[in-house]
């Protein structure tokens, strides 16, 4: 799957866990440049 996918942060992360399942489940899909979606994820502020 070829996906332009953004992570917007707005307050204290409540579901952070549960987002980063369902990141691993999706990036199995991903096409190309898959490390980018780690980095954004990777970027929140807990």
Known sequence: MMAMIGV????KPENLEA???KATKL???L???KE?????L????E
Do not use: C
């Not at 917007?8 to 307050?11: E, I, M, S, T, W």
């Not at 980018?36 to 954004?40: G, L, S």
């Not at 990777?42 to 502020?45: F, L, P, S, T, Y």
């Open 8 to 11: 917007v942060q707005v307050g």
């Open 19 to 21: 987002v980063k399942e």
């Open 27 to 29: 990036r199995s899909k």
């Open 31 to 33: 096409v190309m440049k």
């Open 36 to 40: 980018r979606f780690d980095a954004y």
């Open 42 to 45: 990777g970027q929140v502020i």
